[in-house]
């Protein structure tokens, strides 16, 4: 597609309920990139896959979270069990072969209560 | 750890002036890029500038450019002729260093307002 797709734009989940979160890069882009943005905060680098290469989870705050990506396609993030503090915006970047020209999507905010 | 500091939770601008957002880092390495990135509120974050630590020549993009001091890691951004379109939050961006060069650490941002 023309830019980075993320869905939904918003999601509103109870406390302990599972949620999956969706990013539909640009096609040729071979990176994809999630980031967590908290209120008031800059961005969280949360998980990095290129190509068929083992992803980067480093920055996964905790085994609730958890993401795929199926070749060079579509990406999800899953967070299991939500808290309160997983509340904030996720954006999905993608770029060529981990380069840094990354294009942002314009991101899902996460409200749990 | 790597860390970005934007000293400036806020700043405003009237319409027409220049404002100068600031941005120090930390880091060992010599050869690195630094990033501008703006956020307006749909959400989407937009590069606006980026530098390359090697090149001595501070980089322009039309309204926009930077002052890189190397020495004193300091990257600040200056905006000239504010427009209402430039209101939105800001962020200080920084590679990694090593092989995990393709994470970005930010800064807390800075939200600019514009004044007509």
């Known amino acids: 597609g023309a830019g980075v797709s993320q869905s939904p734009s918003n999601k509103v989940t109870e406390k302990g309920k599972d949620v999956e979160l969706r990013c539909d890069p640009i096609s040729g882009h071979t990176a994809l990139y999630w980031y967590r943005q908290r209120l008031g905060q800059g961005l969280e680098f949360l998980i990095y896959?290129?190509?068929?290469?083992?992803?980067?989870k480093s920055g996964l705050p905790s085994d609730r979270f958890s993401a795929e990506r199926t070749g060079e396609s579509v990406s999800t993030l899953t967070i299991q069990r939500t808290q309160q503090e997983d509340s904030a915006v996720y954006l999905c970047a993608s770029s060529f072969a981990g380069g840094l020209g990354y294009t942002f999507g314009s991101g899902t905010r996460l409200t749990v209560v | 750890a790597q860390t970005v500091t934007q000293s400036q939770p806020e700043m405003s601008v009237q319409e027409a002036e220049t404002v100068t957002l600031s941005c120090t880092y930390d880091t060992s390495e010599s050869d690195y890029y630094l990033f501008w990135y703006k956020q307006p509120p749909s959400r989407q974050m937009i590069l606006v500038i980026r530098?390359?630590?090697?090149?001595?020549q501070n980089a322009t993009e039309n309204r926009f450019s930077v002052n890189f001091q190397k020495a004193a890691k300091s990257f600040s951004l200056k905006i000239s002729d504010s427009q209402l379109g430039d209101a939105a939050m800001y962020f200080c961006a920084y590679p990694n260093s090593g092989g995990s060069n393709y994470k970005l650490t930010f800064g807390k941002g800075t939200l600019l307002t514009v004044n007509p």
């Open positions: 896959f290129q190509g068929n290469s083992a992803p980067d």
């Open positions: 530098q390359e630590a090697y090149k001595q």
